[in-house]
């Protein structure tokens, strides 16, 4: 069965704190992505990655980094957590060769910032 | 860019009634377009996809058709039951693969 693990369900944060959001998939797939997710909002893209190494800025990456080490994780970091970022994050991933490849999700990050 | 218009909730249904959520989309060309279900506290779960115009996507009793004349890919169910109550997410993927969702209708 497909994969998706978000080690961290539930995080409290002081503001200025240095955040990391880890994400493990374990279906070798070539695409990692990750979403915020606010009411009304829908989901928007943060970051997503493509390969080892490789990450590209999707709609809202002010504030966020990430890293992609290896094939299987990816990690979200929030250099300077703000209240601003208490919001669910969800990773996700897919594997290439298709737009009709499936996007698979983790259970969400529930992230907030005090 | 690509868009995704759906439906504003909340939608209420009495058990057993038809449900239809009305989703649209803007892009170049023929995006695959795709339905997740959020059930509380949880994350997103691939509900149906449809990868061309015409196709039907199904499962569960939902099913959406990819209508390229009308832009749309509206979610419908015959006889909806107090399981089905969640958040349900229309999107299309654009030629990056990444997905591009709508903001959401909560059954």
């Known amino acids: 069965d497909v994969k998706v693990t978000q080690s961290s369900r539930y995080l409290v944060k002081r503001t200025g704190e240095k955040v990391f959001l880890e994400c493990v998939q374990d279906?070798?797939?070539?695409?990692m992505f990750w979403y915020r997710q606010d009411p009304g909002l829908g989901l928007r893209l943060i970051y997503f990655?493509?390969?080892?190494?490789?990450?590209e800025k999707g709609d809202i990456p002010e504030g966020y980094s990430v890293s992609r080490e290896k094939k299987e994780r990816f990690s979200l970091i929030l250099e300077s957590a703000s209240t601003n970022q208490t919001s669910m994050y969800l990773c996700?991933?897919?594997?290439?060769?298709?737009?009709?490849?499936?996007?698979?999700f983790g259970e969400g990050s529930w992230l907030t910032v005090v | 860019g690509n868009s995704v218009t759906q439906m504003e909730g909340p939608v209420t249904l009495s058990e057993e009634a038809f449900l239809t959520i009305n989703c649209t989309y803007t892009?170049?060309?023929?995006?695959?377009l795709f339905w997740y279900v959020q059930y509380p506290g949880e994350g997103l779960q691939l509900l149906l996809k449809?990868?061309?115009?015409?196709d039907k996507g199904s499962n569960k009793g939902f099913e959406a058709t990819y209508r390229k004349e009308t832009t749309s890919f509206h979610l419908e169910k015959g006889s909806v039951q107090v399981s089905d109550s969640a958040v349900y997410f229309c999107?299309?993927?654009?030629?990056?693969?990444?997905?591009?969702f709508g903001s959401g209708t909560r059954l």
């Open positions: 996700a991933s897919s594997s290439s060769g298709g737009s009709g490849n499936t996007i698979y």
């Open positions: 449809a990868t061309k115009a015409d």
């Open positions: 990655s493509y390969d080892v190494k490789m990450k």
């Open positions: 892009a170049t060309g023929y995006p695959s």
């Open positions: 999107a299309s993927m654009d030629s990056s693969y990444k997905l591009i």
């Open positions: 279906m070798d797939h070539e695409n």
